[in-house]
């Protein structure tokens, strides 16, 4: 087995604080993006090592899975397996420096999807927030498990059957990765438009992103200009109404 490369220790741009979804983010391609829109950590405060994750989130597994044993639709208890799996293969994406390792987060990611599935079918709806956000880490996982296409569809449909502006904000992001600008544009901009009082951190990121995106557009040239015109058209929402 080849030795995996040591890294430095991850500063908090470097990793997503697991929340509303490590936005999203694709483990080995970009941040988690559902993490994205949580409060900054300590560096103390996430783990150090690939080894580190597993003795962090091995336990909370094991003990998620117990409690199912017991009550088999308890979707509390799905949830936290379901959230254990995926801040474990976030945090190991991080440190992952062999194929072993890096097969061994692809697994974490396919268990977490599996549980999200699991425990948005017990719910049976997603009027709340938690299921919404439970559906976003789903097709973040389908997405960093390999699962491109069913993750991009997963949040597309989510998106546009809820408007909720953290769904449109980690599409966004899942296309500004595949260098699909424009289409990111378009979400951002329903993100920020987004109708709903309880969203202020996504909106404000997808306002965020517009700007960042209309400056990167502004300051290019040549295939930008289809990007800068769609961006003209694009003003954010005023997050206060």
Avoid: H
């Amino acid at each position: 087995m080849a030795k995996p490369k040591e890294r430095k220790k991850p500063t908090g741009k470097e990793i997503a604080v697991v929340v509303i979804s490590i936005i999203m983010v694709i483990s080995i391609l970009l941040p988690s993006f559902a993490q994205i829109f949580a409060a900054p950590r300590t560096s103390q405060s996430f783990p150090t090592s690939f080894d580190d994750a597993a003795s962090r989130y091995q336990p909370q597994v094991d003990e998620a899975k117990a409690a199912l044993q017991v009550d088999s639709q308890d979707a509390a208890q799905e949830l936290k397996l379901a959230d254990a799996y995926f801040n474990w293969a976030s945090y190991a994406s991080i440190y992952a420096g062999n194929e072993d390792e890096q097969a061994e987060v692809t697994q974490l990611y396919k268990e977490a999807a599996t549980a999200y599935a699991s425990y948005i079918d017990q719910v049976g709806s997603l009027d709340t927030d938690q299921a919404k956000n439970a559906s976003i880490n789903e097709s973040l996982s389908l997405y960093y498990s390999g699962n491109t296409a069913q993750g991009v569809t997963g949040l597309e449909d989510l998106a546009k059957e809820t408007n909720y502006a953290s769904a449109w904000a980690n599409l966004a992001m899942m296309y500004e990765s595949q260098g699909e600008a424009a289409k990111a544009a378009d979400a951002y901009e329903k993100g920020a438009q987004a109708d709903t009082s309880s969203q202020g951190a996504g909106k404000k990121y997808c306002e965020d992103a517009l700007s960042r995106l209309r400056s990167s557009a502004a300051a290019s040239s040549g295939g930008a200009s289809a990007l800068s015109e769609k961006l003209d058209q694009t003003a954010p929402a005023d997050s206060t109404s």
